[in-house]
Structure formats: structure tokens, C-alpha cells
């Protein structure tokens, strides 16, 4: 097959899925804009903040849905295991304590909430 023709096929299949990510990525707002009307005013579902996904990233919770106490609790102890000093040696106690930060934060939101 002849070089060009296959660059050709290749940029051609680019636009192709490029194409397609946009459709995807439209109907993924539109679906978004859909659930955001059927969800209860002043609900935190859907509108979270920054902080708290990085939040529910360190501990390794699920980004969407409702958490429980016992569930962040339960994800700490998981995460802490991994990365406290006194378990570990050569980790800094920063990391843990980002962990107790991070804990203390969502326990506070779900309080609230």
C-alpha cells in the first residue's frame, strides 16, 4: 500500500472519531442537562465541588452518588493502611494527613447534607 494513501486513510479515520467524540460529548451534555432538571433543588448530587472530588479521589470513593459515613470511614482506613508512617517506613506524615483532611471533610459535607 502506498504511504500516502495510508496517511490519507489514517488522518481520514482521525476525523471520523473525531466526529464521533463530539456527538458523544453532545449528547453526554444534553443527558447532563436532563438529569440536572430532574434533581431536587439545592441537592449536592450533581453539583459538586473541586475540593471534594479531590477529596473523594484520595480516599478512592466513588465520584457520583451519595456517601455515608461508614462507607468514608471505611475508605480511610483502606487508604491509611497504605500510606501511614507508622506502618510504612519512608512515607511522610503529610500524605496521611491529607487522607484525615480529606475524611474529616466529606463526614462534615454528609452532616450537613
Known sequence: ??????????????????QIMIKQMFLMEKLLVTVNSMVPKGSRMLSISDREVKARELLGLNL????????????????????????????????????QAAMNYLLQLEEES
Open 1 to 18: 500500500m502506498d504511504t500516502n494513501k495510508l496517511v490519507e486513510e489514517l488522518v481520514d479515520q482521525g476525523r471520523k472519531n473525531q
Open 64 to 99: 457520583f452518588g451519595y456517601l455515608n459515613p461508614k462507607e468514608i470511614k471505611h475508605q480511610f482506613k483502606i487508604a491509611a493502611k497504605k500510606c501511614h508512617p507508622d506502618v510504612n517506613e519512608g512515607q511522610t506524615t503529610d500524605e496521611f494527613l491529607k487522607l
